[in-house]
């Protein structure tokens, strides 16, 4: 499988943004996906996973009630819609994907490229 994360881009606090993740391969139902972030000079973070059902939605604690993760199975795509951004949402953004389940990077077996979303104050 392969990923490719898209919808970066650089907004003000307050703003919003939706990250898309599209997937090639005709598995993408069977995996679970999850969107981690990295920030300079930090680990990368588990920031959101959904099952592939679609149902049991996971956040960090940071984005909760802020961030809303969606999949579209019949189009390969993980969204992340990201509102009420804040600066220190600025990151790279990685979408991934596991055939198992986990909210930390070693549980995920396939990474798409990152995509830049910068927030400023």
């Known amino acids: 499988v392969q990923l490719q994360a898209f919808g970066g881009g650089l907004v003000q606090a307050g703003d919003s943004l939706r990250l898309s993740c599209a997937a090639s391969?005709?598995?993408?139902?069977?995996?679970?996906m999850g969107w981690f972030r990295q920030a300079p000079g930090k680990e990368r973070e588990f920031v959101s996973a959904?099952?592939?059902?679609?149902?049991?939605?996971y956040y960090a604690n940071s984005v909760k009630g802020r961030f809303t993760i969606s999949r579209d199975n019949a189009k390969n795509t993980v969204y992340l819609r990201m509102n009420s951004l804040k600066p220190e949402d600025t990151a790279v953004y990685y979408c991934?994907?596991?055939?198992?389940?986990?909210?930390?990077?070693?549980?995920?077996?396939?990474w798409g490229q990152g995509t830049q979303v910068t927030v400023s104050s």
């Open positions: 991934a994907g596991t055939t198992g389940w986990g909210t930390t990077p070693d549980a995920y077996e396939f």
């Open positions: 391969g005709r598995t993408f139902s069977r995996y679970a």
């Open positions: 959904i099952p592939w059902s679609g149902g049991g939605t």
